[in-house]
């Protein structure tokens, strides 16, 4: 049972416009929600990350929008840039359970010139 | 740089040998954590460790066991490997006391590829 889910496989952008990835969850209990991002032979890299009291939360170039109602969160990266293609994993955990976190399975972005 | 290095970077053995993965951190982290990565299931956690000697199984643990002797240290074991077990394997540290962060964050290692025969 995939509790947490990205059911956009692959996403191609051109360079300069915005990419949004979306990722799903089931679970109710979740309260914490972050992306990362894996380029291929490394580990994945913390991006950006938001609680279930917030609905939104920007860095830089990336923001997270969460809408629990509906248990959906999006990132969007603006602009987008080469550098950005890798894969992008959304996951999910939640109070009192040693941060343990349960991954989508990923959307891999191109960024194209 | 998350301060934490994983040996092998790569193996291969064969079915039915044991196999040890080894994660190392240089921050005294207190929460370690094993997950594998396999395409279309993202990363499922497999165990996780909350102190030195202390340990829990997470969603994958069937065929692993681990062993934290001290802090800096998180073994992974295949008692007699399968197949199925052929993965990447990335470790995880917990980081406490983030300026504006939750403390919910994980940091992972460069990951270790795990072909069994």
């Known amino acids: 049972d995939q509790q947490v889910k990205q059911n956009s496989p692959s996403l191609s952008v051109q360079e300069g416009r915005i990419s949004i990835l979306n990722c799903d969850y089931t679970?109710?209990?979740?309260?914490?929600f972050l992306w990362y991002k894996k380029y291929p032979a490394e580990g994945p890299t913390f991006l950006i990350s938001?609680?279930?009291?917030?609905d939104k939360n920007e860095d830089g170039r990336f923001t997270v929008f969460l809408n629990k109602s509906a248990k959906h969160l999006s990132l969007h990266i603006v602009p987008s840039q080469p550098g950005d293609s890798a894969v992008y994993f959304c996951a999910a955990s939640r109070q009192g359970t040693a941060s343990k976190l349960t991954f989508g399975t990923g959307t891999r972005l191109q960024v194209t010139l | 740089d998350a301060g934490i290095t994983q040996s092998p970077r790569h193996k291969v053995t064969e079915t039915g040998t044991p196999v040890t993965l080894r994660c190392h951190q240089t921050e005294n982290h207190r929460y370690m954590y094993w997950y594998r990565q396999d395409p279309g299931h993202g990363l499922r956690l497999i165990h996780y460790s909350y102190g030195v000697k202390d340990t829990d199984k997470g969603e994958v643990s069937d065929g692993y066991s681990v062993s934290r002797s001290k802090t800096e240290d998180f073994l992974l074991t295949l008692e007699s490997a399968t197949s199925s077990q052929t993965s990447v394997y990335f470790c995880?540290?917990?980081?406490?006391?983030?300026?504006?962060?939750?403390?919910?964050?994980?940091?992972f290692g460069p990951g270790t590829r795990l072909t069994v025969l």
């Open positions: 679970n109710s209990m979740f309260d914490y």
């Open positions: 995880a540290i917990r980081r406490t006391g983030l300026a504006g962060g939750s403390n919910n964050e994980q940091f």
């Open positions: 938001i609680s279930s009291i917030k």
